[in-house]
């Protein structure tokens, strides 16, 4: 029997300095508590031109925060934006509660969800990179107390400069390490994708903001076409999985194509997961199409396209074709599915949605693929093997002088196998 996961108090708080999209931040940043098995207990914003240098919050709301904590018997504050070391440590003082800011919160997110070796690395990697110019505040001890960043801690309190130099190079010499290992593991990943593109197979990845449906939509064609057994996870939750996982799908026509699916994205995504999670989402930067999946049933559904689309700028994706799948219309009155140009209305629970999103993949991969007989002497055998494996074979037919095959592949792929076309 599981034991239940004592959740943390926390109160959140947020500043809406004449933006917009405030509320939905605020929303946000309590589910991302609730991702984190804390429990908000009360939120407390403050409308203001500007941030407090000191405390982030002006005197006035820092006092109300203060006796909040002590009406609600909390001891933690989550804050909505990343805060400098002082903002951390004046906030600790004034309010005796401990700090985690926007950043820290997520990272510690990413830390407790990372599975794979190469997505532990690459947490390691961003928290040390938040910690190095925390070194000298009580929250850098506490997050590596928390999630366990590289061992035993760092800091020592009233250690003298030295101690506070030797740390710093401890944490310098960590990271050099991590990058190394990281390299180690990205040229790995590089000869299996060169593998796949020897191979001659399409990609495309699933990207946009967590808890949109990737993973729903990946399993959905997975038991349509490709392994039911290997289905991705699925939870109701903000970045429930962070490793991008590869899955090869095979149509009743026979094309083939290989679909990922990455991490989510987030507002205000801390710009150390960003920088770190490049090799993650690298089989976004080397696929033929980006399926970015949208939940259509969100009112600030285009905040979250803008993000999904600056943070693949941020990584370095270059400019690839992309369609866009509203999901989950089945929480709206719209119609579905419902395709305009290279937009589509769907729900990942509806066989009809599905067939409209192959439909919609395969037009946009596979539009340069032309179809070809081709006759194969029986001494070229080797040609055959070549093309059952890099194109798609509509029809085999044995005849007396070779091998008649009716193939599927891009016009440029076919030019290397003019000496066998029949006309």
């Keep these: 029997m599981n034991e239940e996961k004592t959740l943390t108090p926390v109160i959140t708080i947020g500043l809406n300095i004449k933006d917009q999209h405030f509320d939905y931040s605020m929303a946000e940043l309590n589910n991302l508590a609730v991702a984190n098995n804390m429990q908000v207990v009360e939120s407390l914003v403050q409308k203001t031109d500007h941030k407090d240098a000191a405390t982030y919050f002006g005197k006035g709301k820092v006092a109300e925060l203060a006796a909040a904590l002590a009406d609600d018997g909390v001891e933690t504050v989550v804050v909505n934006d990343e805060l400098s070391p ?17 950043t820290g919160l997520i990272l510690e997110i990413f830390a407790n969800r990372a599975r794979t070796h190469e997505a532990k690395l690459q947490v390691q990697l961003a928290k040390l990179q938040y910690q190095l110019p925390r070194l000298h505040t009580s929250a850098s001890q506490r997050l590596d107390q928390q999630t366990g960043a590289g061992g035993g801690g760092f800091t020592s309190r009233g ?10 190079r401890t944490i310098q010499d960590k990271i050099s390490h991590i990058k190394h290992e990281l390299k180690q593991i990205q040229k790995s990943d590089q000869t299996q994708r060169k593998q796949r ?15 949109a449906g990737k993973s729903t939509i990946m399993n959905q064609l997975l038991t349509r076409f490709g392994d039911e057994n290997k289905q991705v996870m699925v939870k109701n939750m903000l970045f429930a999985t962070l490793d991008t996982n590869v ?53 600030d559904r285009q905040l979250m396209m803008d993000t999904t689309e600056q943070t693949l700028k941020e990584i370095g994706v ?23 140009g ?43 093997s070549e093309l059952n494996e890099q194109a798609t074979v509509l029809n085999t037919e044995y005849l007396d002088d070779g091998t008649k095959l009716t193939v599927e592949m891009p016009a440029d792929d076919l030019k290397r196998f003019n000496q066998y076309v029949l006309e």
């Design 86 to 102: 002082s903002q951390i440590r004046n906030l600790e003082k004034q309010t005796s509660s401990k700090i985690i800011d926007r």
């Design 318 to 340: 270059p400019e690839i074709p992309m369609i866009t799948i509203m999901n989950k219309a089945d929480l709206t009155d719209s119609r579905y599915p419902f395709r305009e």
């Design 159 to 168: 250690a003298g400069e030295s101690q506070y130099e030797l740390n710093r």
């Design 342 to 384: 290279n937009n589509l209305i769907m729900s990942a629970t509806d066989d009809q949605s599905i067939d409209a999103l192959v439909e919609l993949i395969k037009e946009t991969v596979f539009k340069n693929y032309v179809t070809q007989d081709l006759l194969i002497p029986f001494k070229d055998g080797q040609v055959v």
């Design 247 to 299: 899955r090869r799908l095979v149509f009743p026509d026979n094309k083939k194509l290989l679909a990922s699916d990455t991490v989510g994205f987030v507002s205000k995504l801390p710009h150390q997961l960003v920088s770190a999670f490049r090799s993650t989402l690298a089989e976004a930067a080397n696929a033929d199409l980006l399926v970015q999946v949208v939940d259509f049933s969100d009112a």
């Design 197 to 211: 593109e020897t191979n001659q197979i399409p990609t495309i990845a699933l990207v946009g903001y967590t808890n």
